[in-house]
Every structure is written in structure tokens, then in C-alpha cells.
């Protein structure tokens, strides 16, 4: 008799850091709502260095319910660090993260799941109607703003930390630093379908923001890497030879308009610039010509590293192959496989 097929699994990643009082309650609407869900559930809780008794309730909930699995840091290492051991951890077909805070609200996996399974690849969740403070709320809307500019992925809260994922988007997209709020981004760049999707967001019960003033400038500075990893990751020479050649290049116009200057005054003293503005012109010139050598340097050492380090990563994509007619040719011919006549 032929055996049924395991049914599709998916999983929850969900980081936590000092949140030991939503851990039970997280849990039981998991429960409640996972039902919705055509296959089993696995939800992978993990402290990302915890000082509260966070490690110790997940302890709990995982001998008490085989679907939990913890996984706990040493120290605090980072949303991104947790995901990515969440994401490494996961054996579903579809990956979703949301918060240990109880902002997110779990029936809404059903209609991420729905999403999916219409062709979309990344979805992530738009909290359209906020309930935090303003002094969070409106840096996040300038922030989502910008990113949208300049990634040209115009989502209206990137922020949000209620995604779905197929497995292998994650696959092919790594994270580090503070990069998580980036991969629909990434996934982008990788050539898969992002969409998002109004959910319901709730006032904090329990716990602390982990919003602080520096969380704004960090993001600013990782738009800045996620835009370069985008657009130059597998070839730096061409922002950075271009930078050093438009520096270089007017350092050599103002170093020449100084050789004029001089040869001018040699036939006509009263003609051309003064000294004091001359003095200007040479250490502002000298400057541009070594800016643009050392931007020239950086792209050629930039290259190396791509070079050396991240020939390992195609730079493409395959979503699907045919059969190789190659390879059918040799199969399909009869004179191949025949017998063969001295």
C-alpha cells in the first residue's frame, strides 16, 4: 500500500529577551489559532541572553509541550543573531517570526499562510493602525519612508517584526548585525515576491520597548550596508572607483588650472590668481587627487575580499530546470544503448 505523505510543517521563531511573563499566554493563543494551520506546528522560542526567568518558563513549556523548543544565548547577541539561530533550528515549509511581547496577535497566521499560498514568497506585516507611543511611531514612519526611496521596496512598516517566510528564502538570505528588519529587502535582491499584510496590532501588557534614540541612527547606517550589499555587494569597485575617479579627477582640473595659473603669471605678473588663493587651490586639490587614490584603493581591495570570500555564493537564482535534452539524447537514441558489433 502506498504511504501518505508527511503533511507540510511550519514553523514559529520567536526571539525573546526578558520576557518571561507573555511566554504563557504567547503560547496558549498559539495554541488556540494554530489549529488554523493545515499541518503540524513547531514553535522555537529563544532567549537571546535573558536576565529574568524567561529560560526557565520556556524550560517549562517545552517539557509540557513537545511543539516547544528553546534555544537560549550565552549573552544578548541580537534580534538578528536569535532569527538566524531560529531560522537554522526551523524544519517548516513555511517560517513565520513574531514578537515574545504579545503585540502580535497569533490568529492572524491563517491570513499570512493565505498570502503564501497565493504566490508570494515574504510577507510582511503592516501594524497600519499603531498603538505605541508617537515618539516611536513617527521615526519609524520617516524611517519606512526613506528606506522605501531608496530601496525602491516600498513596504509601510518595515519594521515589523510579524513576518512569513517560505523555508528557502532563508536559505539563501544570511543575517548579521541588525539586518533583520531588511530581509524583505534582501529577498528582493534575490529576485522573490514580497507583499504585506494589515494585521491587528495590541497594546503592551507586559515588559518594556526595546526602542532607544540609537536604534534610530543604527537602522540609518544599516540602509546605508543593505543599499551597498543591493546595489555593489559583488562589485564595490564600481561605486567606489567612481567615487575616487569624480574626486580624483577634480583634483587633477584644480592642479592643472594651478600650472595655467603659473605659466600666465610667468608672461604676465598681474595676470591670475594671488599666492594666498594659489596655497587654497594646491592643498584642496592635493586633497581630492589622494581622496580619489584611496577610493581607487578601497574598490581594488573590496574586490579581492568579493573575489577570495564570496565565490561560494552564486550570484544568481534558479527557481526551476527542465529535463537536459542533453541528456535525454543519450538515453532516448536507441544506437546508444543497443548492443554493440565488432
Known amino acids: 500500500m502506498p504511504v501518505d505523505p508527511e503533511p507540510e510543517r511550519y514553523s514559529l521563531v520567536i526571539p525573546v529577551f526578558n520576557e518571561g511573563e507573555s511566554l504563557r499566554p504567547l503560547l496558549a493563543e498559539i495554541t488556540t489559532h494554530a489549529n488554523d494551520l493545515p499541518g503540524p506546528v513547531e514553535i522555537i522560542f529563544v532567549d537571546d541572553g535573558s536576565t529574568d526567568s524567561s529560560w526557565s518558563t520556556i524550560c517549562e513549556l517545552a517539557a509540557s509541550d513537545d511543539r516547544v523548543q528553546g534555544i537560549r ?16 533550528a526551523a524544519q517548516g515549509r513555511v517560517i513565520f517570526t513574531l514578537d515574545a511581547d504579545l503585540q502580535d496577535d497569533p490568529r492572524e497566521l491563517s491570513r499570512f499562510l493565505t498570502e503564501i499560498n497565493s504566490g508570494l514568497d515574504v510577507v510582511s506585516g503592516w501594524k497600519k493602525v499603531r498603538l505605541d507611543p508617537w515618539h516611536k511611531v513617527m521615526p519609524s514612519r520617516v524611517f519606512n519612508w526613506l528606506v522605501g526611496g531608496i530601496t525602491g521596496l516600498k513596504l509601510h512598516d518595515h519594521n515589523c517584526g510579524f513576518k512569513a517566510y517560505r523555508a528557502e528564502v532563508l536559505r539563501e538570505v544570511h543575517l548579521y548585525g541588525e539586518l533583520h528588519r531588511f530581509v524583505p529587502i534582501l529577498a528582493a535582491n534575490r529576485g522573490f515576491r514580497v507583499g504585506e499584510l494589515v494585521i491587528h496590532h495590541r497594546p503592551r501588557q ?42 580624483g579627477g577634480c583634483g587633477a582640473v584644480g592642479l592643472f588650472v594651478l600650472l595655467v595659473n603659473a605659466i600666465v603669471r610667468l608672461f604676465q605678473p598681474d595676470w591670475g590668481s594671488e599666492a594666498p588663493m ?24 573590496a574586490e579581492l575580499v568579493v573575489a577570495r570570500k564570496m565565490l561560494d555564493q552564486t550570484p544568481y537564482a534558479i527557481v526551476a530546470v527542465t529535463n537536459s535534452k542533453r541528456d535525454r539524447s543519450h538515453t532516448d537514441d536507441p544506437a546508444s544503448t543497443g548492443p554493440t558489433h565488432a
Open 73 to 88: 544565548f550565552r549573552k544578548n547577541f541580537g534580534k538578528a543573531a536569535a532569527l538566524e539561530a531560529g531560522f537554522n
Open 206 to 247: 507586559y515588559g518594556r520597548s526595546k526602542y532607544r534614540w540609537q536604534r534610530f541612527i543604527k537602522g540609518f547606517l544599516d540602509l546605508g550596508t543593505v543599499h551597498f550589499l543591493t546595489k555593489f555587494g559583488r562589485r564595490p569597485q564600481h561605486l567606489l572607483g567612481t567615487y575616487g575617479l569624480l574626486s
Open 278 to 301: 594659489q596655497l587654497c587651490i594646491f592643498f584642496l586639490s592635493g586633497g581630492l587627487v589622494l581622496l580619489g587614490a584611496q577610493f581607487l584603493l578601497a574598490g581594488l581591495l
